[in-house]
Nanobody
Framework: QVQLVESGGGSVQAGGSLRLSCVAP????????MAWFRQVPGKEREGVAA?????TISYADSVKGRFTISKAANTLYLQMNSLKVDDTAMYFC?????????????????WGQGTQVTVS
């Protein structure tokens, strides 16, 4: 079973910043699309940002200009700036090969356990 391990969540005031990390096995890091999703209770999991194996980066409109996805040394990052109360959610790291619709959680087979982000 693929193991993705997230860290970096926490509580922050609106306007603040957090950086999430997700450590992945090397074969995932090198060849798979990796993405961040978030979910609040009662709502569907939504795509936040993704970085494909060729380096293509995509963002949800709601986070463009505020969040930055990157990866280095087997780790996927999500730098979150200018956080808003609406960004409060459980954030998940995901990975899969051959992803077409990066925003669709059904395309991803490997998931981390999630890390909570609370903005007040």
């Amino acid at each position: 079973q693929v193991q993705l391990v997230e860290s970096g969540g926490g509580s922050v005031q609106a306007g603040g910043s957090l950086r999430l990390s997700c450590v992945a096995p090397r074969y995932i890091y090198n060849a798979y699309c990796m993405a961040w999703f978030r979910q609040v209770p009662g709502k569907e999991r939504e795509g936040v940002a993704a970085i494909d194996s060729d380096g293509t980066i995509s963002y949800a409109d709601s986070v463009k200009g505020r969040f930055t996805i990157s990866k280095a040394a087997n780790t996927l990052y999500l730098q979150m700036n200018s956080l808003k109360v609406d960004d409060t959610a459980m954030y998940f790291c995901a990975a899969e090969g051959g992803v077409v619709r990066w925003w669709d959680p059904r395309e991803f087979g490997a998931w981390g356990q999630g890390t909570q982000v609370t903005v007040s």
